[in-house]
C-alpha cells in the first residue's frame, strides 16, 4: 500500500467529528475512549489530549487519543488518574492493521504506555513491533437479570452479613448531585491513608461537576441518621459501568457502608439494563479483597509501552522511577 493511500498523523483542528465517529463505531470502552473524557483528565494534569489517527484511503480506520503533557519538554502519554484504560480504537480486527500506527507512536511518543482493555485481547501486533507487555487484572460482574438479592448471594458470607447489618440499622441509598460531598470524602479518605491526591482539589471538584452534567457518571451516597457516610462515582458508557472512584467517613461509618451502597447501586444499573460493571482493577491485595468479594470475574487486561531509547531508560534511572511500564503518572496500576 502507497504512503498515499496509508498515512498515521495526529488529527487536525476541526478534525475531531472524524475520531467522534471512530469511537462511537468501534470503540470497546467508549468512556475512555473519548477525546473529551482525555481532554479532561489530561487539563487537570496541564497538559491536553492529541488524538493520532492511522488514515486509510482518507478514512480514519485507527487511533488513540492520548492525554498528553511535558516535562522537561518531553513528552509524556500515560494513563493518569480517572484514565483506568487508554485503549486502542480500530475498525478493523486484524493485528496487521494497526501496526503502522504503533510504530508512528513508538518512534513519536518516548514516553508512552497504553492500558488496554480486557476485550482487547490479541496484541501480536504489539509483540510484533517490540513492545513491552505486563498484565494487569480488574474483576466484571454480570449484571444480567442481577437483582440485590442475587448479588448478595455471590457475596461472601462475612460481606454479606457487613450489608444486611447496615440496612437494618436503617442505612439508606440514594443518588446524589452533590460533587463537593462526594469530593469531600475521597479527599478524606486519602488523607486518611497518608496519600496525595493526584490532581489539585478545586480541578478534582470541576471534574466530578463535569462528569455528573455531561451524564458520563454518576454518584450514588449512602446516608446514615441525614449524613453522608460513604460515596461511589459510577462511570457510564452504555456498554457497562465502571468503578471510578469512591470514599468513606471513617467519623460516622460502622462497616458494611461501602458494600452496602455498591449492591443497592449494581441492582439498580441491573434494572436499568446495563449489561456489566467493571471494577477497574483488582491489583492492590487490600483492594484486591473487597472487591472480590462481590464474586464476578476475573479479566485479564494489558499494559503495552513501546521500546523505550537508552537515554529515555537513563533519565528514569536518575529520577529513581522504574524504566520499565510502571512510570509515575500510570495512575491506574495499582488499582
Not at 469511537?23 to 487537570?44: C, G, H, N, Q, Y
Amino acid at each position: 500500500m502507497s504512503a498515499e493511500q496509508e498515512r498515521v498523523r495526529p488529527l487536525a483542528p476541526g478534525e475531531e467529528p472524524l475520531w467522534d465517529d471512530l469511537v462511537e463505531a468501534s470503540a470497546k470502552t467508549p468512556l475512555f475512549a473519548s477525546r473529551e473524557w482525555v481532554d479532561r483528565i489530561a487539563r487537570a494534569y496541564g497538559g491536553s489530549v492529541r488524538l493520532v489517527g492511522l488514515f486509510r484511503d482518507g478514512t480514519l480506520t485507527a487511533g488513540v487519543a492520548l492525554p498528553l503533557r511535558r516535562r522537561a519538554g518531553i513528552p509524556i502519554a500515560t494513563a493518569p488518574y480517572l484514565l483506568p484504560y487508554l485503549p486502542l480504537v480500530a475498525r478493523e480486527e486484524q493485528p496487521e492493521a494497526i501496526r503502522p500506527l504503533l510504530r508512528f507512536l513508538a518512534g513519536g511518543y518516548p514516553l508512552l504506555s497504553l492500558l488496554l482493555p480486557p476485550v482487547c485481547s490479541d496484541v501480536r501486533a504489539f509483540r510484533a513491533e517490540g513492545w513491552d507487555m505486563a498484565f494487569r487484572y480488574t474483576l466484571r460482574i454480570d449484571l444480567r437479570n442481577a437483582t440485590a438479592e442475587s448479588l448478595l448471594d455471590r457475596m461472601e458470607k462475612s460481606q454479606r452479613r457487613r450489608v444486611r447489618r447496615a440496612e437494618e440499622e436503617g442505612a439508606l441509598v440514594r443518588s446524589s448531585s452533590n460533587a463537593d460531598e462526594h469530593c469531600r470524602l475521597v479527599l478524606a479518605s486519602y488523607q486518611r491513608q497518608g496519600k496525595r491526591f493526584p490532581i489539585p482539589e478545586e480541578k478534582e471538584r470541576r471534574l466530578i461537576r463535569w462528569i455528573l452534567e455531561s451524564g458520563r457518571g454518576r454518584v450514588v451516597e449512602l446516608l446514615r441518621d441525614g449524613r453522608t457516610a460513604a460515596t461511589f462515582l459510577i462511570g457510564l458508557d452504555g456498554k457497562r459501568a465502571y468503578s471510578l472512584e469512591s470514599g468513606v467517613d471513617w467519623e460516622i461509618g460502622r462497616g458494611g457502608e461501602s458494600a452496602c451502597l455498591l449492591v443497592r447501586a449494581l441492582s439498580e444499573l441491573a434494572a436499568e439494563g446495563i449489561p456489566e460493571f467493571d471494577f477497574l482493577g483488582v491489583n492492590h491485595p487490600s483492594i484486591s479483597r473487597f472487591k472480590e468479594s462481590f464474586g464476578g470475574t476475573l479479566a485479564r487486561y494489558h499494559a503495552a509501552a513501546p521500546p523505550r531509547p537508552l537515554w529515555i531508560r537513563l533519565l528514569l534511572g536518575l529520577r529513581g522511577a522504574p524504566a520499565g511500564l510502571e512510570i509515575e503518572g500510570e495512575g491506574a496500576a495499582g488499582r
